[in-house]
């Protein structure tokens, strides 16, 4: 995000502005265009760091699974085995 917004800064400083013309123009070895990509697989990244950790980290209530329950094959298949009953 700061090398974003240094990208950004440079261009508007020089005159030149951000358009989508100069999305992949490189200043300091770092594009607008890559930062634009990096923000959406950083959110990815995070939300499934937050719901695994929320699984697995003690808490006063609920339940606490192991660390490795997302390799278990009840995890991975119970949405199988609840498709086929009816």
């Known amino acids: 995000m700061q090398q974003m917004c240094g990208v950004y800064g440079k261009l508007e400083s020089s005159g030149i502005g951000l358009h989508f013309d100069n ?3 490189q200043v ?4 607008f ?3 634009m990509i990096a923000l959406p697989v950083s959110m990815l990244v995070f939300l499934l760091m937050g719901f695994y950790l929320d699984k697995v980290l003690p808490k006063k209530y609920g339940e606490t ?3 490795l329950f997302c390799f278990s094959k009840r995890f ?3 949405c199988c085995d ?3 009953q009816d």
């Open 28 to 31: 300091d070895d770092y594009t």
């Open 33 to 35: 265009a890559e930062g």
């Open 65 to 67: 699974r192991s660390p």
């Open 82 to 84: 609840s498709a086929g």
């Open 76 to 78: 991975c298949c119970s």
């Open 23 to 25: 999305l992949t123009e």
